[in-house]
């Protein structure tokens, strides 16, 4: 996996990637580094968007070094006053891409950047608006299988569980719904945010369901997803619960 | 737009309404034998006012609980079908210990490059 036999067609504009951090002092440099590392191998065009929400253990200061290394042009680091949540640090991303697509992931490992090539391929070969990473799914055809790694039974059957749920109230299309690792087309990107009014992972669900909705073409790309890397991963009851309300408000709302 | 719900909604008042009718004879249903209809269909079995007040044919029932009717048999398939897909989800779950190690391989090599280049990482 990295290499491919066919390159991946360039854009005429760079990529965007937004990268909402807090708290990612030690996880920025090694993702930036492995964005850096993914986009060079393919000879694509990038930019990193970090949007940090003050965060209290330097992070800024390591976006700095950052840029030193790879550049100001490469490493835009634009923050903001408090923790205002992931929407709006999209938004605020947003506002700084040059580019036509913009990526959307975690910084903290779960999300790979060695897909996004995948993601940009799939993207062109089909005039996608939105490419989505899933856990869930197998590809022949692109020679992927997603997977997941620091789940025990007990987590992935919730996770199945809470998958079937959504997929057969909502009807998404996709096979993993709560996922965040995504590709957009700008103009996509931002009009589905000005609608999307939920928070943490139903906000990535209701982005989603709205897409369908709303008739834009979405892909899937099997990612593999190395869940907290540094710890457990837990899931409480009210999480749980949360979801089902996710899942509930949903389904009246779209 | 109507919502994913309302459109639950609506399918489900008319999905209803049709069994109702099928139920009193309303609807007529031409290639299922009344006997056979009797059988699938009713969830209940009233008593004897209610249904002569409801069809032209009465019958008399014995019991109020009928068993194989539809809307059970419908319960128990989706229940069925839900669980299956769940089971299969569990059983072709894929763990990917190998994205593991190569994650903490390229992590290491990051440290050490981005170091030489003064970023400081842990």
Redesign the interface.
Known sequence: MGSFTAPVPSSSTPDNVILPTYNERKNLPIIVWLIAKTFTENNLDWEVIVVDDASPDGTQEVAKQLQGVYGEDRVILKPRAGKLGLGTAYVHGLRFCTGNFVIIMDADFSHHPKFIPHFIRLQRQHNLDIVTGTRYATSRSLGLEGGVYGWDLKRALISRGANFLASTVLRPGVTDLTGSFRLYRRPVLASLIEQCTSKGYVFQMEMMVRARALGFSVGEVPITFVDRLFGDSKLGGSEVVGYAKGVWGLWTAV | ?P????K?LLLSTVLSALYVLALVDVLPLPFLASSAKDAILPVVRLPPGIISALRSQADVFEGWWADEQLPWWALVTFGSY?LG??GW??WT?????E??RE?LE??DQ??N??WD??????
């Open positions: 737009m919502t994913g719900f309302q639950f839900s897909s769940i989800g569990l779950f894929r763990e990917c210990p994205a593991h994650l390229e992590i990051a440290k490059e981005l280049k003064g970023v400081s990482v842990d």
